[in-house]
Nanobody
């Protein structure tokens, strides 16, 4: 089970840190990712992290502004979001997979409930 938190309203240029807490004892065997679903858009990939903090990958739209990290001791993955823009407004979902790391939704087997991020201009 995945529980996302940390969303909320923020002004453009501001920062937020999302967290996704996982239950269970096998967290370190899962690659993790963040996706987002903005108004009038398809759900899209944001960032992923491998089973350790070595492998990360970002969507071009967030590269240089967002940072994904994980703490396997706390069963938690984070998404630090800086220099937020109105177009970052979306519901953000964390997802987990034990399969090959991919940037597409069907590559992930477990999903959190989502946390709303609203960026005002």
């Amino acid at each position: 089970q995945l529980q996302a938190s940390g969303g909320g309203p923020v002004q453009a240029g501001g920062s937020l840190r999302l967290s996704c807490a996982a239950s269970g004892r096998a967290f370190s065997t899962y690659a993790m990712a963040w996706f987002r679903h903005g108004p009038g858009k398809e759900r899209e990939f944001v960032a992923l992290i491998g089973r350790t903090n070595v492998t990360t990958y970002y969507a071009d739209s967030v590269k240089g502004r967002f940072t994904i990290s994980r703490d396997n001791a706390k069963n938690t993955v984070f998404l630090q979001m800086n220099s937020l823009k109105p177009e970052d407004t979306a519901v953000y979902y964390c997802a987990a997979t034990q399969r090959e790391i991919r940037t597409i939704e069907r590559g992930y087997d477990y999903w959190g409930q989502g946390t709303q991020v609203t960026v005002s201009s």
